[in-house]
């Protein structure tokens, strides 16, 4: 047996979410029947972050053991050939047994967007949060900058998060504009259940002035998820890319696990 860590690209819109489940389509179960039927046996993988329904992936990161031959390089060319139009693969690599893609992971780069204009786009409609009211985007960068460092994100999940412990660290919070299309960014080294989209419905209260700029910091102090914004909509999110530190590939062993769900 061999493990294999595959990166993964989907477009989320037709899927009840990464995760296998009894209430619809994930991308997971379309993966691992496509791959169980390339390799002759049956897959099973593990993802690093369970994307929700209706959120998109460029950068999703799963692996598998499998006692196929066809060479982890290759298996983006067999597996795409067998894949629906809305999912790719799009790198494969052998990776070490203690190799994990969940736990391993020491940061992931999330990315939001945001159509601001006054009529929404037939094209753009499954990619972006279309906000038909003028953004302004000075109080909403000013905010981005109280999320760097380390804090406690408790007030920044959704009901139903079973994270152990709620204090994460953001290394990169910004939003760009180019014309009437804004993009949040945001990289971690692990993001609690719904945060991303809690960040950005707060941010788009204080963009319109029903919010102040400090929110952020006020709600680090009460640790009360009713001192931020509503939870935006899944489809403006995209899991952007999955770091992991170069002794995973090496030496996996010496990585003290990170068993957050993150």
């Known amino acids: 047996m061999s493990r294999v860590l595959l990166t993964i690209e989907y477009d989320g819109t037709a899927y009840a979410g990464w995760q296998r489940q009894l209430n619809g389509l994930s991308v997971q179960q379309v993966l691992e029947e496509r791959l169980s039927a390339l390799c002759g046996e049956e897959i099973r993988v593990t993802g690093a972050s369970r994307t929700d329904a209706g959120v998109h992936a460029r950068g999703q990161r799963v692996h598998f053991d499998t006692s196929c031959r066809i060479p982890p390089e290759k298996v983006p060319f067999a597996l795409n050939t067998m894949l629906p139009p809305d999912i790719r693969v799009t790198e494969g690599r052998a990776v070490p047994d203690g190799f994990h893609a969940r736990f391993l992971s020491c940061g992931k780069r999330y990315t939001y967007r945001i159509l601001n204009t006054r009529h929404a786009s037939a094209l753009l409609r499954d990619l972006y949060l279309h906000i038909p009211v003028p953004l302004d985007p000075e109080p909403m960068r000013a905010a981005c900058a ?94 952007t890319r999955v770091d992991y530190p170069e002794a995973a590939f090496t030496d996996p062993a010496s990585i003290r696990w990170h068993k957050e769900d993150p």
């Open 146 to 239: 109280d999320l760097l460092g380390t804090h406690d994100f408790a007030a920044f999940q959704a009901a139903g998060g079973t994270a152990k412990t709620t204090v994460r660290t953001i290394t990169e919070a910004q939003l760009s504009r180019d014309g009437d299309r804004f993009g949040f960014t945001v990289y971690g080294n692990a993001f609690l259940y719904n945060m991303v989209r809690i960040i950005v419905g707060t941010l788009i209260e204080i963009g319109h002035g029903k919010r102040e700029p400090d929110a952020f910091r006020r709600a680090f102090a009460s640790l009360d998820r009713l001192d931020l914004g509503v939870t935006a909509p899944p489809h403006g999110l995209e899991l």
